[in-house]
């Protein structure tokens, strides 16, 4: 056998060892995208939490803190992937996904119904379900929402995918 044949061989079983390296990939970082919600941060990077939630800590929860994003769950279990032989694209469908994950200011229209609750000295807000038509309503105004990033590119995940394709690499040429 020449050296030449070697090559190509070597070369075959290299191509059929990196085949679905992709899936890999994507099940790596989708557990790792997991993680940021459990760890209540990116890659470690900890979530700002905002006064409403460190109010409601401290009254509800005695102290102990509450989880961000993580109310209903539905943002968590939201994270999907397309997954191609070059590519990887990770996505929610969940309305309020991108101003989370990228923070910014939303344009409240106002019209929320609210009591004011003079022995705690706050505001208590009302379903407009449950709302009388006499309680007083907020006026419009803008939410700031602080970036909790969930998903998305960072050197911890670059780390692992280059440690994933050198793994198969590798294996692919012993």
């Given amino acids: 056998m020449t050296n030449t044949d070697q090559f190509i061989r070597n070369l075959i ?8 390296i992709t899936k890999s990939i994507a099940i790596h970082a989708n557990d790792l995208f997991d ?7 990116f890659f470690g990077e900890k979530w700002t939490p905002s006064k409403y939630v460190e109010r409601e800590n401290k009254q509800h929860y005695k102290g102990q803190s ?3 994003l993580q109310n209903s ?16 694209t990770f996505f929610s469908n969940v309305v309020y996904a991108q101003i989370h994950n990228e923070g910014g200011t939303i344009n409240h229209p106002g019209g ?11 505001s208590i807000w009302v379903s407009n379900r449950k709302a009388s038509p006499k309680m007083k309503r907020t006026k419009a105004h803008p939410i700031n929402i602080p ?6 590119n960072h050197k911890k995940l670059e780390k692992d995918i280059e440690t994933i394709i050198e793994n ?4 692919a040429f012993k």
Wanted: charged share 30%; glycine share 8%.
């Fill in 147 to 152: 970036q909790r990033q969930f998903i998305g």
């Fill in 13 to 20: 079983a290299g191509s059929k060892a990196l085949k679905g």
């Fill in 66 to 68: 509450r989880n961000l």
């Fill in 112 to 122: 929320t119904a609210y009591v004011y609750d003079k022995k705690k000295k706050r």
């Fill in 35 to 41: 993680q940021n919600f459990t760890n209540q941060s």
């Fill in 168 to 171: 198969r690499i590798h294996k």
């Fill in 73 to 88: 769950g539905h943002l968590r279990k939201s994270i999907n992937r397309t997954v191609s032989d070059n590519f990887i």
